[in-house]
DNA sequence: CGAATTTATTGACGTACTTCATTTTTTACT
DNA sequence: AGTAAAAAATGAAGTACGTCAATAAATTCG
């Protein structure tokens, strides 16, 4: 078994690769903790990394010119995280990244992402799928943007998301959904007061 | 030159064929002519094609309950319409789409693009990077729509794609920058008042 | 464990945007 | 060209959600 045998199981979900293939994919990436509140990305650097996380949580913001933040992403375990434009497109990040907990990721660089890629087509396969995952989840988000309310958008985000819900806190969920964290916390206790 | 060199011309862009590669690519294709307010996606049937435009104009939207409909992508020369989440994922559509003038699109099969990307890295390579700048273009489309106000909105999509605005209906655009046709109407006429 | 800090709650008030109904303008069709 | 149909404009009234300010509750950390 490999060192970073998590990234290796979840490759595996998606590509069946020989030992000796998991172990060239895993040894691209480098485990590295992060404590809570610690920032991995920071908006005007190029980002130079993909993130895969082992343990903990992450939330990824941009903050307005009237200093307003708003989520653009959660991720826990088994989740990817980065500024995903910067990353991609390898121009200045505009987002910051930030640790909720004390967690543990494994990186992975754009160089060596681009060497995989390029040198076997099941790792091309793997970040192909990956990619589309990631388009479709967008989409997603978007159609519930468009088409539901506050509280149906919160909704709809405990009924997929209940893992997240718990760990995240209040005004981090609310700027994710697009709204305040004053009417999110109207919306839960006008729930709690029905029961 | 191939048949369908306007995808051969394309597809070059992000990755260099042979001209033997570029023939079999371009043959998975099939140009079927669309007539305005034709629909090529219907809800509730999964998604056979990714389509490419040739010429002409699509839109791609939702319908809820309440009959609201929510405009989720426009297509011209040189881009992709479907209902992504239906055919990457091979489940019964949501959408519609449909053209908006009269158009021809280059139309691939879900089972034709899964052989050619098992057949031939380089294929493989290229509906990555397609995939990849789909999830940049949406995940653009979600800071915008979390972070700025209707005009904000209006005034970026007209700064980012001014042949678009000229070309689709009004109503449609307002549901595709979630708002409502009365209110970018008013929008407009206070500017062009300001004049 | 207790003080400091961060996060959530609550109320009163404000506004960006919607809704609905009607009229005007533009587009499509024979 | 002329009529029907679709799209856009306009006004008046309503509402979902935001803002601001103050308090309460939960969390962090020495």
Same mark, same amino acid.
């Given at each position: 078994?490999?060192?970073?045998?998590?990234?290796?199981?979840?490759?595996?979900?998606?590509?069946?690769?020989?030992?000796?293939?998991?172990?060239?994919?895993? $040894?691209?990436?480098? +485990?590295?903790?992060?404590?809570?509140?610690?920032?991995?990305?920071?908006?005007? #650097?190029?980002?130079?990394?993909?993130?895969?996380?082992? +343990?903990?949580?992450?939330?990824?913001?941009?903050?307005?010119?009237?200093?307003?933040?708003?989520?653009? $992403?959660?991720? @826990? *375990?088994?989740?990817? @995280?980065?500024?995903?434009?910067?990353?991609?497109?390898? !121009?200045?990040?505009?987002?910051?990244?930030?640790?909720? *907990?004390?967690?543990?990721?494994?990186?992975?660089?754009?160089?060596?992402?681009?060497?995989?890629?390029?040198?076997?087509?099941?790792?091309?396969?793997? #970040?192909? @799928?990956?990619?589309?995952?990631?388009?479709?989840?967008?989409?997603?988000?978007?159609?519930?943007?468009?088409?539901?309310?506050? +509280?149906?958008?919160?909704?709809?985000?405990?009924?997929?998301?209940?893992? @997240?819900?718990?760990?995240?806190?209040?005004?981090?969920?609310?700027?994710?959904?697009?709204?305040?964290?004053?009417?999110?916390?109207?919306?839960?206790? !006008?729930?709690?007061? !029905?029961?």
């Amino acid at each position: 078994m490999t060192i970073n045998n998590k990234i290796v199981e979840y490759i595996n979900r998606s590509v069946n690769l020989t030992d000796q293939e998991a172990d060239v994919f895993s $040894a691209a990436f480098r +485990e590295v903790k992060i404590k809570k509140r610690q920032f991995i990305v920071q908006p005007n #650097f190029v980002v130079k990394s993909r993130n895969f996380v082992t +343990e903990g949580s992450f939330r990824a913001y941009v903050v307005d010119d009237k200093g307003q933040d708003s989520t653009i $992403a959660f991720a @826990i *375990e088994d989740w990817w @995280i980065t500024d995903y434009n910067s990353y991609i497109l390898q !121009k200045p990040a505009t987002m910051f990244v930030v640790a909720l *907990e004390d967690s543990v990721i494994l990186e992975i660089s754009y160089e060596k992402e681009q060497a995989l890629k390029q040198q076997n087509h099941k790792f091309e396969t793997f #970040f192909r @799928i990956r990619a589309e995952r990631t388009a479709a989840f967008m989409q997603q988000r978007i159609i519930s943007n468009l088409t539901l309310s506050a +509280e149906e958008r919160y909704e709809n985000f405990i009924d997929r998301y209940p893992q @997240i819900v718990q760990r995240v806190p209040q005004y981090a969920l609310a700027s994710y959904l697009g709204m305040t964290t004053e009417f999110l916390s109207r919306i839960r206790n !006008k729930k709690t007061a !029905k029961k």
